[in-house]
Nanobody, 126 residues
C-alpha cells in the first residue's frame, strides 16, 4: 500500500518561495507517476505538476516557469519548489501517486491517482 505524507506548507508573502515535501512509501513498481495537486477554498481540485519514473515532468500553466517538481529516489521524497508565489496559489496541497503503467501521468490526470496524502496548507498573503 502506497502512503504519502506532505510537509512544508505555511504562510508566505506574495513573491516569496516555498518548498513542499512528500515522503512516499510503498511505491515499489518500476513504473510510477507522482505529483502535486491543490484545492483552494470553494474551488475544485486542480493539478500542479507531475513526474514519472522516466523523469518526465509536466506542469499546469498556472505554475509553469515558477515551480519545479523533483523526486529524490534514494530518500523516496517528492518535492515541489514554488517561487514568485501569488495569492491565487493559496490552497491545500496534496501529493498523489499511481503505479499503473497503462495510465497517463499529468496535472490534468488526477483521476488516475489512486493514493493520496492528507495535504499541507499553503497560504500566500499580500
Amino acid at each position: 500500500q502506497v502512503q504519502l505524507e506532505e510537509s512544508g506548507g505555511g504562510s508566505v508573502q506574495v513573491g516569496g518561495s516555498l518548498r513542499l515535501s512528500c515522503v512516499v512509501s510503498g511505491l515499489y513498481s518500476s513504473r510510477w507517476c507522482v505529483g502535486w495537486f491543490r484545492q483552494a477554498p470553494g474551488k475544485e481540485r486542480e493539478g500542479v505538476a507531475t513526474i514519472n519514473s522516466a523523469g518526465k515532468t509536466r506542469y499546469a500553466d498556472s505554475v509553469k516557469g515558477r515551480s519545479i517538481i523533483s523526486k529524490d529516489n534514494a530518500e523516496m521524497t517528492l518535492y515541489l519548489q514554488m517561487n514568485s508565489l501569488k495569492p491565487e496559489d493559496t490552497a491545500m496541497y496534496y501529493c498523489a501517486a499511481h503505479s499503473s503503467w497503462y495510465l497517463s501521468c499529468g496535472p490534468d490526470e488526477s483521476h488516475n491517482m489512486d493514493s493520496w496524502g492528507k495535504g499541507t496548507l499553503v497560504t500566500i498573503s499580500s
